[in-house]
């Protein structure tokens, strides 16, 4: 599990510097394992809303997921999440889960976004199975 998660990561930063593409990572990486939280849910009043994150530009919404189950669970307390549960899946899955509600298929993904080098696939990002 550790060497595939450096290869991940090392990969991530190849993808980063353009030397392989989008399509080519994903097909390495679908059976990644991550954590991640439903996207939907309620804040510490009690109000519902959407849990994602803005582009810099604000054009952009993304959904987080994570390497780590303690960085999931870390990221969601900090930043007022109540209740929420938190799924081990993987790349494949959480991408493909997108398609399961109008509201998610706008959105785009990005893994571990409180790390100096998150990786971000755009909306419409799906694994080919």
């Not at 190849?14 to 059976?31: M, N, P, R, T, Y």
């Not at 993904?109 to 419409?124: G, Q």
Request: glycine share 6%; net charge neutral; with cysteine.
């Amino acid at each position: 599990m550790i060497f595939q998660k450096r290869r991940f990561l090392r990969d991530a930063a190849s993808l980063a510097e353009g030397e392989i593409s989008v399509d080519e990572f994903l097909q390495k990486h679908a059976s990644q394992p991550l954590y991640y939280s439903t996207p939907f849910g309620e804040d510490a009043g009690g109000k519902q809303q959407l849990w994602v994150l803005s582009s810099r530009d604000c054009e952009t919404k993304y959904m987080p997921a994570f390497t780590d189950k303690e960085k999931c669970r870390t990221f969601f307390t900090m930043i007022g999440r109540r209740d929420f549960i938190i799924i081990k899946g993987d790349l494949a899955a959480f991408l493909n889960a997108f398609d399961s509600h109008p509201i998610l298929r706008e959105l785009g993904a990005v893994v571990d976004p409180d790390s100096s080098a998150p990786i971000e696939f755009p909306p419409m990002t799906r694994v080919n199975k």
